[in-house]
């Protein structure tokens, strides 16, 4: 238990150290961007500019929530804070919604009296400089979200991603402005495309958190059995449920095994299969396994023929 308190505790650290780093530089791209847009009466660099302080809100409510998901386990929360990092993530979706909302009705204004001046080439090359600082910050962040298996960092650096391709939105409307005369109004069309996009990364954000919190399966039964069945000693393997809580996932499934099996080997049977299920899904995992008798072929043909009626239910 020690040893798991501590290794959460280097991950809660690694986690903010990431999300410092990029809170500092998304406010500074945001700054750029936003100063540009005052700057040149530019909705869409505007709107560009509070996508990326969105970056930095999401950063900010991140690291509010890994706080709180790396307390250790208490008597009103037997099961860990970790999910704290699913309700960070429902806090930026409330922050893009409210973004998106606002900048699309800003565009629609903007149709009928579009005011704005061109902005200049050390503007210019300013967004193209955000423009890199965002592929590098979401790489690295997406980088960091895999290799410590943290929720918040993966739906954050996805957000970043969306803010990649607005601005590259954004840089495409203004050099078509100013070097092949487009219409003026497209300035209020990119905008309205980058509300989109903030609408679409708040939809995915909401989706991966709502599965989490509705007890989505969250590794399919299939694989848990092949994972199992691995073992010599295990004779069947049925009534497999799983659901995700932050990286944690919680897994309860019945094992049948010989019924001459020792009290003391059932109990390593029990650990070895929790082990095996650690090594090979690559998330931490934690189970509840029940064992039970096998008693012949007729008992297996049995747990066959209700997992085949569960999959033809579901189609």
Known sequence: MGMTMDRDRQKQKKVSRVLWAVLLLNLLVSAVK???GLATHLQAVLADGYHSISDGFSNVIGL??????????DEDHAYGHSRYETLAGLGIVALLVYLGISITVQSLRNFSIP???????????????TLCVNVVVALLEHRAGVALNSTILKSDAHHTFSDIYVTCGVLFSVLSIRFFNAPVWLDSVVSLVVALFIFKAAYQIFRDAADELTDRIAVDPDLVERIVRKDQRVRGVHKVRSRRSGEFV??????????????????????RLDAMLNEELGSPVSSVIHVEPW?????????????????????
Not at 115 to 129: G, I, R, W
């Open 250 to 271: 919680f897994l309860d499934f019945h094992v049948q095994c010989d019924p001459a099996m020792r009290l003391d080997e059932v109990h390593s049977l029990s650990h």
């Open 64 to 73: 509010i929530g890994i706080r709180f998901a790396g307390k250790p386990i």
């Open 34 to 36: 936003i100063v540009v």
């Open 295 to 315: 008693l012949g072929e007729a008992q297996g043909c049995v747990a066959d023929e209700n997992k085949r009626e569960k999959k033809t239910e579901k189609k």
């Open 115 to 129: 005011s704005f001046s061109l902005p200049s080439t050390a503007e210019l090359v300013a967004l193209v400089a």
